[in-house]
């Protein structure tokens, strides 16, 4: 059974910052690609941040230069430093992976949420 599990949301201020943390269960190595997306009320889920095991992080262009995707192997876990935040950051991240099975098909694993809020 695969699973991730985000952590590390809360509410911040503008301009201030805050690290999501994505713990997976098994290895960060199992997985070909781990990232972050984020859903805000009335939209679809979008891109925030993916970083691909055999090539460099991409971002969206909305977080580029604030926002940086790592995967940390002393933690099993799969981070998101956000930085310069803005109320338009306010939205439920979440953390996504892809795993290929003993069969090669390639299965796509979401954790549950977590809550950003940015406000003064």
């Known amino acids: 059974q695969v699973q991730l599990v985000e952590s590390g949301g809360g509410l911040v201020q503008p301009g201030g910052s805050l690290t999501l943390s994505c713990a997976v269960s098994?290895?960060?190595?199992?997985?070909?690609?781990l990232g972050w997306y984020r859903q805000v009320p009335g939209n679809q889920r979008e891109l925030v941040a993916v970083s691909p095991k055999s090539s460099s992080a991409r971002y969206s262009d909305s977080v580029q230069g604030r926002f940086f995707i790592s995967r940390d192997p002393a933690k099993n876990t799969v981070d998101l430093q956000m930085n310069s935040l803005k109320p338009e950051d306010t939205g439920v991240y979440y953390c996504?992976?892809?795993?290929?099975?003993?069969?090669?098909?390639?299965?796509?694993?979401w954790g549950q949420g977590t809550q950003v809020t940015v406000s003064s």
């Open positions: 098994g290895s960060i190595f199992n997985f070909n690609v």
């Open positions: 996504n992976g892809e795993t290929m099975s003993r069969t090669g098909r390639v299965l796509i694993h």
